[in-house]
């Protein structure tokens, strides 16, 4: 029967007996790492092929990343000819449609020859949140600056023309451009033509309310008046000492400070009848001295006459 492998710790002793006995330990030492060692060690190796397979897989994992989008194009001056320069490109956080999350970052893209662009980016179409872009700076060599917002869609590649976007939704701290603010603040009121809820205002032009406004009870003199108020202020008018248009009584002397209506009508009526009758007096009376002395002149030429 074969004997079993010794222990390694006494692989490391023999006593000291002589050349003889050393040079059977030696080969009893071969024989041994022969047998045993080369089991433990195929094992060990299968642990380390295992997990260095391990590894190579987890790096792999790690180094895919979120799907990208490839945006190739050619970058021109304004006169046509092909621009060098720099485009600086950066973006705020997200997670990637495809579920990766992205942090805030930039990169520098340099034109290549012919004004060739290429770069690839993280796709902002379908990520979350929404309405995320990249903002895109071309600092070109001819001293032109110009700043591009782009949305990258997920199928590659792609132009800048393709990808050019307005920003108008996403997140509240990204840059609007100048037609999205005018296109924003259009159809508000200019501050200077618009009535506040909080100052002292002068208000001109007529105005018309679809329903009554609200008032507060009036202070000043020139404070406009609530119905209530108004009410309680004419609530004990027309009563008590003063006599009512229809019905009531009156009692005690009347003291008017002029005549009543029906009374200056009769008063006016007398005073045409007396101005009528005294002209009638006058007349009378002048027709009643010309028959007088009428009469008295036709008697005086009658004495005179020569014939009685």
């Known amino acids: 029967m074969r004997k079993g492998c010794r222990s390694p710790e006494r692989l490391f002793y023999w006593p000291e007996s002589g050349s003889h006995a050393l040079t059977r330990k030696e080969k009893e030492m071969r024989r ?72 805030a970052g930039n990169q520098s893209v340099t034109l290549g020859a012919q004004g060739a662009f290429t770069a690839q980016l993280v796709p902002t179409v379908g990520a979350t949140p929404a309405g995320i872009y990249y903002v895109a700076v071309f600092q070109l060599d001819d001293g032109t600056v110009r700043t591009e917002y782009w949305a990258v869609p997920t199928t590659s590649p792609v132009t800048i023309a393709q990808i050019l976007t307005t920003p108008g939704s996403g997140l509240g701290n990204l840059v609007a451009t100048q037609a999205y603010v005018n296109a924003a603040i259009a159809p508000l009121a200019v501050d200077a033509t618009v009535v506040h809820l909080a100052g002292t205002e002068t208000i001109i032009g007529t105005k018309q309310f679809t ?47 002029g005549e009543p209506g029906r009374m200056k009508l009769v008063e006016d009526r007398v005073a045409a009848l007396e101005k009528s009758d005294l002209r009638r007096t006058i007349i009378d009376r002048l027709i009643t001295a010309a028959i007088t002395f009428a009469i008295s002149a036709v008697i005086s030429w009658h004495d005179r006459l020569p014939f009685k």
């Not at 000492?241 to 009692?251: F, H, K, L, N």
Request: glycine share 12%; net charge negative.
């Open 32 to 103: 041994l790492f022969t047998t045993c060692f080369p089991r433990a060690g195929k094992a060990a190796i299968s642990l380390v092929l295992v997990l260095l397979a391990g590894l190579a897989l987890s790096t792999q994992s790690q180094a895919q990343g979120p799907a990208l989008t490839t945006i190739n194009d050619t970058v021109y001056f304004a006169d046509g000819s092909p621009a060098t320069g720099t485009v600086l490109i950066s973006w705020p956080s997200f997670v990637s449609p495809d579920g990766y999350a992205v942090p």
């Open 211 to 257: 329903v009554p406004p609200s008032l507060p009870t009036p202070v000043g003199p020139n404070d406009g008046a609530n119905k209530g108020y108004v009410d309680q202020a004419v609530e004990n008018v027309g009563s008590g000492a003063y006599v009512p248009i229809a019905g009531g009584t009156m009692t005690g002397p009347l003291t008017l400070p």
